[in-house]
């Protein structure tokens, strides 16, 4: 691979490419090799605040907010022609930075470019601008930028997560300033050329590696006007608590515990075995992830040695082999915690009924079998608890209520499924969910036109759709003279 891929030495600040402040160096691991395969510089606070001055300055003084929302859409279209070009770039990189399966990976960098395109044609099309009339008197409703944008992104999709919040945010007319992750902070570098080559202006996006410590300086900067997080709920509750203060604006796309519902109409055996291979995209470290298969008390047996099935014939192996599905989670830490609540079994009276350990023929890296736990009660900790990585709980449940109490039990609300042999009665179940997004019978909302994002500890806002604009504005109410006001506009 080349070497400019996976070594980096400068920071993307004001529109160039910025020396650091301090010596640190963040060296990243390969989750497969555990071996260093690059480097990127470890921001410190200076850095933070250089980042932040360039991003402030460019949305004061610059002229990205004041352009007409067409000629950023212009800007935006040319990004995406340049991620379009550099897809193959990004998929090297994430599968040597963080370990996602090679076949995968495009699945996850290929939406990428997509929501560039979608927010620029959004630009060109929503209305900034509406005049309310009420007999002689006007308004004027502007939606404007927010304004210096804070976007802290994870390292289970660092390229993908950075899309839904740059994008949005730069079609509004804010700046932003990036912090990827310490674990995946390589792949972002491709968005900074991207955006670099399509000439974007100077401090518009700036990026930013850095660890907890820079990210908690970021979120309470009084030059940032709103942050934008994807993570754990954990540093989510530490993130809105810190913006409080300030009543800084805030998004939060956090943890799940997604539950699927299978009814009593359904294939049971074959939905439980499809809906556990598709549980283990990105070795399980996805929050939307369906973690809990939820099927009928009298069909339990049948579906759980279907999962266990599946289980045992999903193939395991070095994330660069094209035949691998299950690559290696993210860092020891990780893999450590997930081990952790396997083997919670014994205490909490579950069974580990397919894999649990890690594979005999991969002697290095970070892995675990995929795994399917049996006999659990949706109040133990395996089916409270965001585990991330490539294991599901099988619960029976008594019926169509008994399902939806059992799925909506959880703090958590992101996505859900539900499967059964009427639509009709699919669709019925699922208005019951609280939960941002739900699946009937495999049907995909079209993104990036719908939204994403969580009730209850799962988040606050949404992605994507024409709701991720609106987290990036502001709504500014004008009193005009009529005279002012165009004819024929109206609310």
């Known amino acids: 691979m080349s070497e400019s891929l996976m070594h980096r030495d400068e920071f993307y600040i004001g529109g160039t490419w910025a020396k650091p402040a301090g010596p640190g160096v963040l060296e990243v691991v390969s989750p497969s090799s555990e071996e260093v395969v690059g480097r990127v510089p470890l921001a410190v606070d200076g850095d933070i605040d250089h980042a932040v001055a360039a991003a402030r300055t460019a949305f004061d003084d610059g002229p990205w907010p004041r352009m007409s929302p067409r000629e950023r859409a212009d800007v935006l279209d040319g990004a995406a022609r340049r991620l379009k070009a550099r897809t193959s770039d990004i998929v090297r990189v994430l599968v040597d930075e963080m370990g996602v399966a090679s076949g995968q990976a495009p ?19 929503f209305a900034f601008d509406r005049v309310v009339r009420q007999g002689d008197r006007v308004g004027l409703v502007a939606s404007d930028p927010v304004g210096v944008v804070g976007a802290i992104v994870p390292w289970n999709a660092p390229v993908t997560l950075a899309a839904w919040k740059v994008a949005p945010a730069l079609a509004a007319g804010c700046t932003v300033v990036l912090k990827p992750p310490p674990e995946s902070p390589l792949s972002p570098y491709v968005l900074a050329e991207a955006l670099h080559e399509a000439r974007l202006p100077a ?28 993570g754990s709920t954990a540093a989510g509750k530490r993130i809105m608590s810190l913006c409080g203060d300030s009543i800084k604006r805030v998004s939060l796309e956090l943890g799940g515990k997604s539950a699927a519902l299978v009814l009593d109409d359904a294939d049971v055996e074959t939905v439980t075995a499809n809906l556990v291979g598709g549980s283990m995209h990105n070795s399980g470290q996805v929050c939307a992830a369906i973690t809990r298969i939820l099927v009928p008390r009298s069909a339990y047996a049948r579906a759980l040695e279907a999962a266990a099935d599946k289980a045992r014939g999903i193939p395991v192996g070095d994330p660069h082999d094209p035949g691998t599905v299950v690559g290696p989670l993210v860092a020891e830490r990780q893999r450590a915690r997930v081990e952790g609540y396997i083997g919670l079994a014994a205490e909490e009276g579950f069974r580990v009924v397919a894999g649990g350990g890690r594979p005999a023929h991969l002697p290095k890296g970070w892995y675990v079998e995929p795994t399917v736990l049996g006999d659990v009660d949706n109040s133990m900790r395996v089916a409270q608890e965001e585990i991330f990585g490539p294991v599901v709980s099988l619960i029976p449940h008594d019926g169509d209520d008994d399902a939806v109490r059992i799925a909506n039990d959880s703090r958590y609300g992101l996505s859900g499924s539900v499967w059964s042999g009427d639509d009709e009665r699919g669709l019925a179940v699922a208005r019951r969910l609280r939960t941002g997004g739900t699946m009937v019978n495999g049907g995909t909302p079209p993104m990036p036109l719908t939204p994403f994002g969580g009730f209850k500890e799962s988040g606050l806002g949404r992605e994507l759709g024409v709701e991720g604009l609106h987290q990036y504005l502001e709504p500014h109410t004008i009193g005009i003279p009529a005279a002012l006001a165009p004819q024929g506009d109206a609310s």
């Open 107 to 125: 699945l996850q960098v290929g939406t990428v470019a997509m929501v560039f395109e979608y927010y620029a044609e959004l630009a060109r099309t």
């Open 203 to 230: 401090g518009v996006f700036n990026l930013v590696p850095g660890d907890r410590e820079v990210g908690e300086h970021l979120v309470t900067h009084p030059g940032v006007d709103k942050i934008a997080f994807t």
